[in-house]
């Protein structure tokens, strides 16, 4: 079965860019997707089909997709962005749902 | 604007089944897959298998044995139920909207997710 690897934590300071991978056999060419969760609350999208963003979701919020990483970066990162995030795919073999094990964003 | 709204009970004793629904509103049940994903305490996301506008379904591999999802279209509701629960069922249980097809699709409307434990 398709596995994602993230890292368990990645912190840093308000203002900085803050960015998290998602590691998979050539996941570039896969769609991967992410979300944000924050304690006690569903997880939203927060980018889709690589680099997309839903409505509401700031400018901030961006992603690539290349080989065997993708990443997502958040740039002048604020206190409200600390939450954990998770990226998906499709394994499109089995069509099951794949998500990365997650990584929690500290905000210093 | 869909919307999700789960209902079951949150104590399920070992060995008995879990049962959850998810009622959709807003948005028309087809096109899309009704999925389940869970979260054990501290843990990250865990998917459990979905359903289509037709009742086709595909499971996680780990829980295939024990889990069903169905589909009523008449109540556009989606259910699950997963039979001979253990302690390590114990989880906050969603459901989602799976929009973009199961090749490459996300979740893009979640239901508020429900704390199932699995006590005697």
């Known amino acids: 079965s398709y596995v994602l690897t993230q890292p368990p934590s990645v912190s840093v300071a308000p203002g900085k860019t803050a960015t998290i991978t998602c590691g998979g056999n050539n996941i570039g060419s896969k769609s991967v997707h992410w979300y944000q969760q924050k304690p006690g609350q569903a997880p939203v999208l927060v980018i889709f089909?690589?680099?997309d963003r839903p409505s509401g979701i700031p400018e901030r919020f961006s992603g690539s997709n290349s080989g065997s990483t993708a990443a997502l970066s958040i740039s002048r990162v604020e206190a409200g962005d600390e939450a954990d995030y998770y990226c998906q795919v499709c394994d499109t073999g089995s069509d099951h749902v794949v998500f990365g094990g997650g990584t929690k964003l500290t905000v210093l | 604007q869909v919307q999700l709204q789960q209902s079951g009970p949150g104590l399920v004793k070992p060995s008995e089944t879990l049962s959850l629904t998810c009622t959709v509103s807003g948005d028309s049940i087809g096109t899309y897959h009704w999925n389940w994903i869970r979260q054990p305490p501290g843990k990250g996301l865990e998917w459990i298998g979905h359903?289509?506008?037709?009742?086709?379904?595909n499971y996680n591999p780990s829980l295939r044995s024990r889990v069903s999802v169905s589909l009523d279209t008449s109540k556009k509701q989606f259910s699950l139920t997963l039979k001979s629960v253990t302690a390590a069922d114990t989880a906050v249980y969603f459901c989602?909207?799976?929009?973009?097809?199961?090749?490459?699709?996300?979740?893009?409307?979640w239901g508020q997710g429900a704390q199932v434990t699995v006590s005697s």
């Open positions: 359903v289509d506008y037709s009742g086709s379904t």
């Open positions: 989602a909207r799976l929009s973009g097809g199961t090749g490459s699709g996300c979740f893009d409307s």
């Open positions: 089909y690589d680099g």
